[in-house]
């Protein structure tokens, strides 16, 4: 699905990072479709010498919540085994998922995934079952080196991070779908100013592309179009306080159904992520 499930995943790879060791950064974005707000996202990553963790909640506003109902919360952790700086450019072996889970409701039906590591094992429980989705499982040797999407986004942070430049190729098992999340360095690093964000000026601009490999629906609706599944993600990084690492500050793609654009509304620096809400996702 290229749509909220895709700009989430680009948002996830855009998170940003935390200016200090031992702080967490929660990041809030407004998306829009159409030049409507239909969709409100926080992002918040802790870091320490040894460890992440890297939470997305989100959930559809006005028009857009009468109609589809979108609630989403979803979690990653794992380890930091040494310095980015110690790292090459295709090197990921420094960062190391134990853990992700995913719940979502959509129109009133709840998705779940929950992936857990042993070693570079990794076991997978869904809801519904993969047998039961409409879709074929992943084989087990498409999922050997592949990482759940928020730890695709540490690794995509300490690349932009460190080299001002994004070109990452990750490989992605999300516990349905193996894709590589391929991120390059895009040509319009400078953004204007416009109605909806006050920032403007230069930028580091990525763009992010989708390739899918495996396990992916059977079935086409307005949600997943062919037309829609080469689309590239335009995202720009940009450090919002002197000092600060760079965050996105505007993230768009061109679907079929309209131009979909998330913006960067505030940033809270924390001494820790807070906990995600253990109640049920009701509408």
Not at 114 to 124: A, F, I, P
Not at 128 to 154: F, S, Y
Not at 218 to 227: K, M, P, Q, V
Request: net charge neutral; aromatic share 6%; charged share 20%.
């Amino acid at each position: 699905m290229l749509s909220f499930r895709t700009l989430a995943i680009a948002l996830m790879v855009s998170a940003g990072l935390p200016s200090l060791a031992r702080a967490a950064v929660i990041a809030h974005y407004d998306v829009y479709v159409g030049g409507v707000r239909a969709l409100q996202m926080q992002a918040a990553l802790g870091m320490d010498e040894g460890s992440y963790s890297l939470q997305l909640t989100a959930r559809t506003h006005g028009f857009a919540e009468w109609l589809l109902g979108w609630r989403s919360r979803v979690i990653s952790t794992g380890l930091l085994e040494r310095p980015a700086s110690a790292r090459g450019a295709e090197d990921r072996a420094g960062v190391r998922p134990s853990r992700h889970s995913l719940e979502a409701l959509f129109r009133g039906s709840l998705r779940t995934v929950r992936l857990d590591w042993t070693g570079t094992t990794v076991s997978v429980s869904a809801t519904p079952p993969i047998e039961e989705d409409n879709r074929d499982p992943v084989p087990d040797a498409l999922r050997v080196n592949a990482v759940d999407p928020l730890t695709a986004t540490v690794i995509a942070l300490r690349a932009v991070a460190e080299r001002q430049a994004c070109q990452q190729d990750i490989p992605v098992f999300d516990g349905r779908r193996r894709f590589d999340a391929v991120l390059q360095t895009g040509t319009r690093p400078t953004l204007p100013a416009n109605s909806y964000s006050s920032f403007e000026g230069a930028a580091v601009h990525c763009t992010l592309r989708i390739n899918r490999i495996a396990g992916y629906s059977r079935s086409e609706n307005n949600f997943n179009r062919a037309e829609d599944r080469d689309r590239s993600i335009d995202i720009w990084f940009a450090p919002v306080a002197t000092g600060a690492v760079p965050v996105p500050v505007r993230v768009e793609v061109e679907l079929s159904m309209g131009a979909i654009v998330a913006h960067l509304m505030r940033v809270e620096t924390v001494d820790t992520v807070p906990p995600l809400p253990t109640g049920p996702l009701t509408r």
